[in-house]
């Protein structure tokens, strides 16, 4: 008698175990399900709120085009649009003697490099050696307001093209006005000029555009199309 109570009372200490086993197991399983659970979550809300990352990419911009033709002015502005400033807070410019370098950063584009070389007829000597594999954008400015000196800024920008630059390099020419005026050089008779001279836009990746004091868009958009991260 007195071995059957021992027996069964053994055998309820095991099957309290065994419960207790199973109950802590239970436990840990639905812990560790309930973690995975917040873990997930929890990346999913930080894939969904954090920006996507935009790889560090440069690309590097040359402006060139006859002294006072308003090349350091474009380039204050766009950095000042970059930066959300106004566009006419600008520092007081001064004429390029050799060339100079500047960066622009804009959300959501490559970093630009901007390399800017003088238009003095001394500067224009060593134009050439600015012109390298190296450049994704060529932005050749010329002053609206000279109409003077039209021709032989085309003259100029002719002998650019056909020094066979790489053919991945954008070329823009800006008829830049320095007043909020229209310029008195359009697009139009730009492209005109050019045919005359045998130059093709579309053959030659050739972009106009117009710009002033208060406007530089046109600008901008040809640009940053130019080096966007799809193109």
Same mark, same amino acid.
């Given at each position: ?35 995975? *659970?917040? !873990? ?5 809300? =930080? ?5 996507? @990352? $935009?790889?560090? &990419? ?63 007829? *001394?500067? !224009? ?5 600015? =012109? ?5 954008? @060529? $932005?050749?400015? &010329? ?79 040809? @640009? ?8």
């Amino acid at each position: 008698m007195a071995s059957s109570m021992h027996s069964q009372r053994r055998i309820s200490k095991l099957l309290l175990l065994s419960f207790s086993v199973t109950a802590v197991a239970a436990s840990i399983v639905a812990l560790l399900f309930y973690w995975r *659970k917040k !873990q997930k979550e929890t990346s999913t809300d =930080l894939s969904a709120t954090s920006p996507p @990352l $935009v790889p560090l &990419i440069q690309r590097r911009v040359l402006f060139l085009g006859f002294e006072r033709s308003g090349k350091s002015t474009l380039i204050a502005k766009l950095q000042n649009s970059a930066s959300g400033a106004q566009l006419n807070e600008l520092a007081p410019i001064h004429a390029t003697y050799g060339f100079q370098v500047s960066s622009i950063e804009r959300k959501g584009f490559p970093i630009l490099n901007i390399w800017e070389v003088g238009g003095s007829t *001394k500067c !224009q000597e060593y134009w050439d050696k600015f =012109l390298d594999s190296d450049i994704d954008v @060529l $932005v050749f400015v &010329i002053g609206a307001d000279d109409t003077d000196r039209l021709e032989k800024a085309l003259d100029a920008f002719v002998g650019i093209v056909e020094k066979k630059i790489p053919e991945h390099v954008s070329k823009v020419v800006v008829s830049h006005c320095q007043h909020e005026k229209a310029g008195a050089i359009s697009k139009e008779r730009l492209e005109s000029a050019l045919s005359s001279r045998g130059i093709s836009c579309e053959l030659n990746s050739i972009f106009l555009c117009e710009t002033n004091s208060s406007n530089i868009a046109p600008l901008e958009s040809i @640009l940053y199309s130019s080096v966007s991260l799809e193109s």
